[in-house]
């Protein structure tokens, strides 16, 4: 029985080639995207489940109050570590400093590098494999580092660099103690090369941290307990501890016990967890994306089994005569639709290593583990669920009795009117993905051109100048072809500064705002204006300030006119400040302005910012800062082109997404069409070949044949059109609050529906040019 099954299967998808390739392919990338999808999900939910003490090893989580309400945060105070020493439940402590950039000075350039800082006790908790194992303890050397197991293939290919020397651009060299082993699921803990927090790197960063008092926003604290039961204890030593801190006047901090395995799916109340991944909407978002393509690709496939049941009907019927029970029957059409659907299955994986090599395709994140059998067995039975209602809706809606008296024809218009239905969705959704796309990228068009076309072009800055060990300032200014400098530890473009105090106006109520340190040059190199008030002088003192607008407002929010606010005071804990400029928002190079305080630069910057003479060159100004400071390597770049490069880079990856989603999109609905179209051809062929016995010509012919498609693509464009305003005024504001759709984004993907929907529809029905119209009628 089976073995006729299968020649049957053999027979027919000989007889339907072209569609159920099309159909199969197309299915197969829907597929692969969806097992992709689910397979992301799978991933974060797995997140550090590679670690031999899970239950056992917690994060500390602090929580502050201040005037804009109650946050928290993934870091803590690093005095934290020795309140918790003593705990005897606590087994290991580690401070671990995550999310640092870094360059390693190559000959070819500079390669980013994501770097983190760790103590002893780092590997005790934590459940890497690092090779060769006596490297473990190296990462108390200050004089070593230990990199990943892709950082060290990505620098030195499949060279074994233990004992190379690395050199970073502002960390220094180390020499490679070992390789972490990639783990075997996804972790938290992103880092690309891990130093010991007792190398001259990372006591520099806390020597900054001091300056700038950035407080508890640096450093993770993870705790290994004795035994999972002791979660609750250290919470409630925890709470204990909150409220000294809180006396001891660092603020309204509070600290509990996050377990690891809580840290994914992120919790988005927690601000500064860069690495935890997606939060539960998120995933959830991943799993509705992956039922929408499958589901997509699935009316397709379900179109090519209704197709195949409608060309079979006369032999179904025949069968039925002959004694073939019901069950039989539908047994041999489900047997079909689900051998064809695991044939799809199985053609996912190899389309998975394809997309695999698309940057485009990046975000799907594609791990399906072969050794996962749960995932293997889920994908199995997503497979035969989605082969068997293929199958047996169109087996249903079909008459096994009357089909010789009249073979299905009026079931076959039930079904094919089904089938345009569904193509109408497709379409629909096609023209909306594509409005929706052309208004977020005309949006990011909007803000690249009106954020920075005012950026200055030929403004340099020399990048960490802290690092040289002494100051670079005059030096830099009294070099051949420097035309000004500024010293600033906040660059324009940049939405805000990490800097924060707390300040009033003479009433009780404190408001924390941004600060950043410069001097008199800063406005004018970087072209921000003022609507009020003088700039500040060299010999004004150290309490005169700026404000920008949103700032200004902030702190005098009675006060409308921006000229009334100069001379204005207000203070902190130890200084009093005076108004003397008001900063224009507009002349700011961000599409969203923050409050900042700018106060004369009384501290030394973290960056210089250069003005080049006309025709000074570049890399011979580099040249000379680097002979005047033995031992530093600085970063001299442009900052107009930094801050594009870093806009475009940031968006180049949605957009990559977004395009190849709607790619495919397009080609599982083009699909759809492109078995439509064939099929109403089959049906009208006999009524076309009169028409042209008669006299038609081609055009009239193909215009004929594509009439009744026409009318389907006029459908999807008219109820889509409307759709994608809803869509952008709900889902794309919640993305973007200025996101418009615009009567050219409409025409274009009108029009962009048109081109390639036409195209698919004259490929089949331009078939009518070469028909024989006595061939057929004399067959009919």
């Known amino acids: 029985m089976w073995k006729s099954y299968f020649n049957a299967f053999i027979r027919n998808v000989a007889a339907n080639k072209l569609m159920t390739g099309l159909s199969v392919a197309g299915f197969s990338v829907s597929m692969a995207i969806g097992i992709s999808l689910l397979s992301n999900v799978n991933s974060h939910l797995k997140t550090d489940h590679f670690h031999p003490f899970m239950d056992r090893i917690s994060r500390v989580v602090t929580e502050s109050v201040d005037d804009e309400g109650r946050k928290y945060w993934a870091t803590c105070p690093r005095q934290l570590k020795g309140s918790l020493r003593q705990l005897s439940f606590v087994e290991h402590l580690s401070l671990v400093t995550l999310n640092r950039q870094d360059k390693l000075v190559g000959k070819n350039g500079d390669i980013d590098m994501d770097i983190a800082f760790g103590d002893e006790e780092f590997f005790k908790i934590f459940g890497f494999e690092v090779f060769p194992q006596q490297a473990r303890p190296l990462l108390d050397d200050p004089a070593h580092v230990i990199l990943t197991e892709d950082a060290a293939r990505k620098l030195f290919g499949q060279e074994n660099p233990v004992g190379e020397t690395l050199n970073l651009r502002h960390s220094g060299s180390f020499i490679v103690a070992g390789i972490i082993r990639k783990p075997p699921v996804r972790t938290h803990l992103k880092f690309e090369a891990i130093l010991s927090d007792k190398s001259a790197a990372f006591t520099r960063e806390k020597s900054r941290e001091r300056e700038n008092d950035p407080d508890f926003r640096s450093a993770s604290l993870y705790v290994l307990t004795r035994s999972p039961g002791n979660l609750a204890s250290l919470n409630g030593v925890l709470e204990k501890i909150s409220i000294q801190a809180g006396e001891e006047g660092r603020g309204m901090l509070k600290f509990y016990a996050q377990n690891i395995d809580d840290i994914s799916p992120w919790d988005p109340k927690i601000r500064n967890d860069l690495n935890a991944g997606y939060n539960r909407g998120g995933l959830r978002n991943l799993i509705v994306l992956a039922g929408l393509f499958t589901l997509l690709a699935g009316m397709n496939y379900s179109s090519l089994c209704a197709s195949k049941v409608i060309e079979r009907a006369k032999e179904i019927g025949i069968r039925k005569i002959a004694g073939a029970s019901g069950a039989d029957i539908l047994k041999q059409v489900l047997f079909e639709s689900v051998l064809l659907s695991l044939i799809t299955l199985c053609l996912v994986y190899p389309?998975?290593?394809?997309?695999?090599?698309?940057?485009?395709?990046?975000?799907?994140?594609?791990?399906?583990?072969?050794?996962?059998?749960?995932?293997?067995?889920?994908?199995?039975?997503?497979?035969?669920?989605?082969?068997?209602?293929?199958?047996?809706?169109?087996?249903?809606?079909?008459?096994?009795?009357?089909?010789?008296?009249?073979?299905?024809?009026?079931?076959?218009?039930?079904?094919?009117?089904?089938?345009?239905?569904?193509?109408?969705?497709?379409?629909?959704?096609?023209?909306?993905?594509?409005?929706?796309?052309?208004?977020?990228?005309?949006?990011?068009?909007?803000?690249?051109?009106?954020?920075?076309?005012?950026?200055?072009?030929?403004?340099?800055?020399?990048?960490?100048?802290?690092?040289a060990g002494v100051p670079v300032e005059k030096v830099v200014a009294n070099l051949s072809g420097v035309q000004r400098i500024s010293p600033a530890d906040y660059l324009p473009a940049y939405a805000s500064t990490p800097n924060t105090m707390k300040v009033t106006t003479g009433g009780d109520a404190k408001i924390s705002l941004p600060y950043a340190s410069i001097d008199e040059n800063f406005l004018d190199l970087f072209r921000l204006s003022l609507v009020a008030g003088t700039n500040l002088s060299r010999d004004g003192g150290a309490y005169g300030v700026l404000l920008n607008e949103a700032a200004s407002k902030k702190l005098f929010p009675s006060i409308i006119s921006a000229r009334e606010i100069i001379g204005e005071r207000f203070s902190n804990d130890t200084a009093s400040f005076q108004v003397t400029g008001i900063v224009s928002d507009r002349s700011f190079h961000v599409h969203r302005v923050f409050p900042i305080i700018f106060l004369n630069s009384a501290t030394p910057a973290g960056s210089l910012a250069i003005q080049l003479q006309p025709g000074a060159d570049l890399e011979n100004t580099g040249q000379m800062i680097r002979r005047s400071f033995a031992g530093y390597e600085p970063e001299l770049y442009n900052y107009r082109e930094r801050v594009l490069d870093s806009f475009d880079s940031g968006i180049a990856k949605f957009n990559r997404a977004l395009t190849f989603l709607i790619s495919v999109l397009i080609l599982i609905a083009c699909i759809g069409l492109f078995g439509i179209a064939g099929f109403h051809f089959e049906k009208n062929i006999k009524a076309l070949s009169v028409r042209k016995i008669v006299g038609a010509g081609n055009i009239q012919l193909i215009s004929s044949a594509a009439r009744p498609l026409l009318k389907i693509l006029l459908i999807s464009i008219v109820s889509g059109v409307p759709l994608a305003f809803l869509v952008t005024m709900t889902i794309g504001r919640s993305i973007d609050k200025d996101l418009s759709v615009g009567l050219l984004n409409v025409f274009g993907g009108v029009l962009a529906v048109a081109v390639i929907s036409g195209l698919v529809v004259i490929s089949q029905t331009s078939r009518v040019i070469y028909i024989r119209p006595a061939a057929i009628l004399k067959e009919g």
Request: no cysteine; aromatic share 6%.
């Open 351 to 467: 389309v998975i290593l394809i997309l695999n090599r698309f940057e485009a395709t990046s975000f799907l994140a594609i791990s399906p583990s072969g050794t996962d059998l749960l995932f293997i067995l889920v994908a199995g039975a997503y497979a035969v669920i989605t082969g068997l209602v293929a199958g047996l809706v169109p087996i249903a809606n079909l008459k096994l009795v009357n089909v010789l008296k009249n073979p299905g024809i009026t079931k076959k218009r039930k079904i094919l009117s089904v089938q345009e239905g569904l193509l109408a969705i497709q379409f629909t959704l096609v023209v909306v993905s594509i409005i929706f796309a052309l208004s977020i990228r005309s949006a990011q068009e909007r803000v690249r051109d009106d954020s920075f076309r005012k950026l200055p072009p030929d403004i340099y800055v020399l990048g960490s100048i802290r690092d």
